[in-house]
């Protein structure tokens, strides 16, 4: 079996998915208690790495992602793939599981 090299540029997600590099979780609460890694919430705010060309229409035409690469989104909690390259973490999700983007 041959091994496989991904990194973010060879990822290129497929019709309306949405490849996101997840923001990284808070490590102590508001009080100043650290959090041990178990206690850890998932995040839910990252930034937009690659998006695909958009979903096809019933007609056949592709329509528009509303999304663009560089924006920051925040999506739903148990929503998409976790993918780890390296050291960094990435969610690959639809584009109907971004609830919002954040300014």
Same mark, same amino acid.
């Given at each position: 079996?041959?091994?496989?090299?991904?990194? /973010?540029?060879?990822?290129?997600?497929?019709?309306? +998915? /949405?490849?996101?590099?997840?923001?990284?979780?808070?490590?102590?609460?508001?009080? &100043?208690?650290?959090?041990?890694?178990?206690?850890?919430?998932?995040?839910?705010?990252?930034?937009? /790495?690659?998006?695909?060309?958009? +979903? +096809?229409?019933?007609? &056949?035409? +592709?329509?528009?992602?509303?999304?663009?690469?560089? *924006?920051?989104?925040?999506?739903?909690?148990?929503? &998409?793939? *976790?993918?780890?390259?390296?050291?960094?973490?990435? #969610?690959?999700?639809?584009?109907? *599981?971004?609830?919002? #983007?954040?300014?």
């Amino acid at each position: 079996m041959a091994a496989v090299s991904l990194s /973010v540029s060879t990822v290129k997600p497929l019709a309306d +998915r /949405v490849f996101v590099k997840v923001s990284a979780s808070e490590e102590k609460t508001a009080g &100043g208690l650290y959090l041990p890694d178990t206690a850890k919430e998932k995040p839910q705010v990252g930034e937009v /790495v690659a998006i695909g060309p958009g +979903r +096809r229409g019933d007609d &056949g035409s +592709r329509q528009e992602m509303e999304i663009k690469v560089g *924006d920051k989104v925040l999506y739903s909690k148990y929503a &998409g793939t *976790d993918i780890k390259l390296g050291t960094e973490e990435y #969610v690959l999700l639809s584009e109907k *599981d971004i609830l919002a #983007v954040v300014s």
